[in-house]
């Protein structure tokens, strides 16, 4: 229920940070900072949200030149890292409670900086503890696995990359008008993912025979990846790992062969030729693929492929909040396969 509701979640935020008719972002929370002022961003979070703050690093990295420091929680709070009281620090959290990233967010207002929450409960102690509060609007998420808050929170992430890259000067109007286009469009598209299912469904049934999965992917695909092997794990019980293609031949290639199924998240873009050249590497081992790309990725891969499932070809800008559809369906009827209670995972 909650993965079907990701078009009208997402398309609430995009509605919220973007003005349609004028391509253009129209943030309703004011910031207490500019983004102008800062050299760089800290962000911390925890699982699925520290996963979505990885993507966002990209973004801001991307489009804004905005370095991003970002740590799970657990280990930003005790690491002892340098902050300066002139840069900004963001927390990402769907309940703003838990435990390590509120006491991030309590170490960073310590240390004198700015402090923002990307949370989807709006009476949470991070909403109050915080300077700025841009909410997820996701809606209450019952199942313990984090799905349209995921995906709610990118949509943020993506919204505020573009207002800092436009407060920054890297943003042209023009690039501001593309990219809040390719925002708009994301619910659309999302809805297009879910029609799927069906052809998803069966993959998983196949998936649920294996005890271990490797998720690949490169840039934003890369953080997508360790989100799947994560949702796989968390309600299938399915061993699985989220690694950057590139890594490959650093190690995990020694595990390949016919009982490794190898998911590759690889909507076209500029680096596709690369991970393809991965997708080599694992057919050339015996390795089962299963690709998540869009038409154009299709027509460029090989037949090496054991299953394809092809998401409309949107920018690659919005491709992770698209792609992350495909890859929870995926965890899910696997889950649902084997039986597993995919609304209350054992342990958690
Ligand atoms: O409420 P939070 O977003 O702070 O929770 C952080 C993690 O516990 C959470 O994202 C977890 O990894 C997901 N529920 C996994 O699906």
């Not at 915080?130 to 349209?148: F, M, N, Q, R, Y």
Request: hydrophobic share 45%.
């Amino acid at each position: 229920k909650e993965i079907h509701e990701q078009p009208d979640a997402v398309s609430r935020v995009v509605g919220r940070f973007v003005d349609r008719g004028a391509r253009t972002l129209a943030v309703q929370d004011p910031l207490s900072f500019d983004f102008a002022d800062l050299s760089r961003m800290t962000v911390s979070a925890c699982g699925t949200a520290y996963l979505a703050g990885l993507i966002g690093k990209y973004w801001f990295e991307r489009y804004a030149r905005l370095p991003v420091d970002i740590d799970v929680a657990s280990e930003f709070r005790y690491r002892e890292m340098p902050l300066s009281a002139n840069d900004a620090a963001f927390f990402i959290s769907q309940s703003g409670e838990t435990a390590d990233t509120l006491a991030s967010l309590r170490y960073c207002r310590k240390a004198g900086m700015k402090i923002g929450a990307v949370v989807n409960v709006r009476e949470s102690t991070m909403a109050r503890e915080s300077d700025v509060v841009l909410p997820t609007l996701a809606g209450p998420e019952i199942g313990v696995a984090s799905t349209k808050a995921f995906t709610c929170q990118l949509s943020v992430l993506a919204s505020l990359a573009v207002r800092a890259g436009v407060a920054r000067g890297v943003i042209s109007k023009e690039q501001e008008k593309t990219l809040v286009r390719a925002l708009s469009e994301a619910p659309r598209y999302a809805n297009q993912v879910l029609k799927l299912e069906e052809q998803i469904e069966r993959i998983a049934r196949e998936l649920s025979r294996y005890s271990d999965v490797l998720y690949l992917g490169r840039d934003t695909n890369f953080p997508l990846a360790m989100e799947g092997a994560l949702k796989l794990k968390e309600i299938s019980y399915i061993h699985a790992e989220g690694y950057a293609a590139g890594e490959l031949k650093h190690g995990p290639i020694a595990l390949i062969d016919e009982n490794m199924p190898v998911i590759v998240i690889a909507p076209h873009d500029r680096i596709f030729e690369k991970t393809v050249s991965n997708m080599q590497e694992v057919a050339a081992r015996g390795g089962k693929i299963i690709l998540i790309t869009d038409a154009e990725g299709v027509q460029t891969v090989g037949h090496n492929v054991a299953e394809t499932i092809v998401i409309p070809h949107a920018a690659s800008f919005v491709a992770p909040i698209l792609a992350a559809i495909p890859v929870q369906l995926l965890a899910y009827h696997t889950a649902v396969a084997m039986g597993t209670d995919v609304d209350q995972p054992r342990n958690l």
